[in-house]
T-cell receptor, first 114, second 113 residues
Framework: DAGVIQSPRHEVTEMGQEVTLRCKPI?????LFWYRQTMMRGLELLIY????????DSGMPEDRFSAKMPNASFSTLKIQPSEPRDSAVYFC????????????FGNGTRLTVT | AQSVAQPEDQVNVAEGNPLTVKCTYS??????LFWYVQYPNRGLQFLLK??????LVKGSYGFEAEFNKSQTSFHLKKPSALVSDSALYFC???????????FGDGTTLTVKP
């Protein structure tokens, strides 16, 4: 079991640039979650998918953020254009879908926007 | 709506002493409760969960937690703390038929030698 794989681990970009974060969930897991972690706001759920379909995107901060899950083994979170306040650690997590099962988190992408 | 509160931002204990990290929750239905641990520069790792049955659940690394329905609490405990237990701990709740978990703000545990 390779776990949830996120790339890149670190991303430094300039304000206004497009940023794409990538996630490969655990094989067989049908729910995928994107979280953002900051010192000020803690752990925030941005969006989650069930069977590749976005279920709840109410946590997406604004239209600059978008997420896709084209298939069961890949998801992206895109920020366009990026701003310094987007600097955070972004986590992807997956689960087998039922509410009694725990989430499996990747090691995150640390995004710095200058 | 579901919610979780971790009333302590920081817990400090001496190595070898028992530790408790507190968590209270609010749900409208039956709760599924989880504890996760986060080490520096890593994602959250699952420690233990309560779904149903015995109120005392045991998890990884010697941790346990007690579900108390009347007090709506799910405190994390360990009889004898290790320096290596120092980390950030998150409590989470998920209601029956809820698609997502709600996490607390986290408690930083520091175990001193």
């Amino acid at each position: 079991d390779a776990g949830v794989i996120q790339s890149p681990r670190h991303e430094v970009t300039e304000m206004g640039q497009e940023v794409t974060l990538r996630c490969k969930p655990i094989s067989g897991h049908n729910s995928l979650f994107w979280y953002r972690q900051t010192m000020m706001r803690g752990l925030e759920l941005l969006i989650y998918f069930n069977n590749n379909v976005p279920i709840d995107d109410s946590g997406m901060p604004e239209d600059r953020f978008s997420a896709k899950m084209p298939n069961a083994s890949f998801s992206t979170l895109k920020i366009q254009p990026s701003e310094p306040r987007d600097s955070a650690v972004y986590f992807c997590a997956s689960s087998a879908g039922t509410e009694i099962l725990a989430l499996h988190f990747g090691n995150g992408t640390r995004l710095t926007v200058t | 709506a579901q919610s979780v509160a971790q009333p302590e931002d920081q817990v400090n204990v001496a190595e070898g002493n028992p530790l408790t990290v507190k968590c209270t929750y609010s749900v409208s239905g039956n709760p599924y409760l989880f504890w996760y641990v986060q080490y520096p520069n890593r994602g959250l790792q699952f420690l233990l969960k309560y779904i149903t049955g015995d109120n005392l659940v045991k998890g990884s690394y010697g941790f346990e937690a007690e579900f108390n329905k009347s007090q709506t609490s799910f405190h994390l405990k360990k009889p004898s703390a290790l320096v290596s237990d120092s980390a950030l701990y998150f409590c989470a709740v998920r209601e029956t038929n809820a698609g997502k978990s709600t996490f607390g703000d986290g408690t930083t545990l520091t175990v001193k030698p």
